[in-house]
């Protein structure tokens, strides 16, 4: 979240944050977010502490944001040949058309 913007009152595992920046929905949904996948850590290691279950969280929501971004790169490379491959076939249908002696359909 930026330094500007209005400040948002969230609670995540209990604690109170003020956090300032993004749109009031925005922050609140990121921070139930947060807060339930903190939970649901908690619950399967009840023993970890607090540090180490923000931690984990940490490295779990890296590792899903790596993912959607090897998945966007690999929609986008798609997108890049699909469209290259569309150019190659406009463009022949183009030279075939003007050719003498061709007929527009």
Same mark, same amino acid.
């Given at each position: 979240?930026?330094?500007?913007?209005?400040?948002?009152?969230?609670? +995540?595992?209990? #604690?109170?944050?003020?956090? &300032?920046?993004?749109?009031? *929905?925005?922050?609140?949904? %990121? @921070?139930?977010?947060?807060?339930?996948?903190?939970?649901?850590?908690?619950?399967?290691?009840?023993?970890?502490?607090?540090?180490?279950?923000?931690?984990?969280?940490?490295?779990? +929501?890296?590792? #899903?944001?790596?993912?959607? &971004?090897?998945?966007?790169? *690999?929609?986008?490379?798609? %997108? @890049?040949?699909?469209?290259?491959?569309?150019?190659?076939?406009?463009?022949?249908?183009?030279?075939?058309?003007?050719?003498?002696?061709?007929?527009?359909?």
């Amino acid at each position: 979240m930026s330094g500007q913007g209005p400040i948002t009152s969230v609670r +995540i595992m209990g #604690e109170e944050y003020r956090i &300032r920046g993004g749109s009031p *929905e925005q922050v609140a949904r %990121l @921070a139930a977010s947060v807060d339930q996948k903190l939970r649901e850590l908690q619950a399967s290691r009840p023993a970890m502490d607090t540090k180490r279950l923000a931690v984990m969280v940490c490295l779990n +929501i890296a590792e #899903e944001l790596d993912q959607d &971004r090897c998945r966007h790169e *690999e929609v986008m490379s798609s %997108l @890049a040949d699909t469209s290259r491959d569309l150019r190659t076939v406009l463009e022949e249908a183009l030279r075939e058309s003007s050719l003498p002696g061709s007929f527009p359909s």
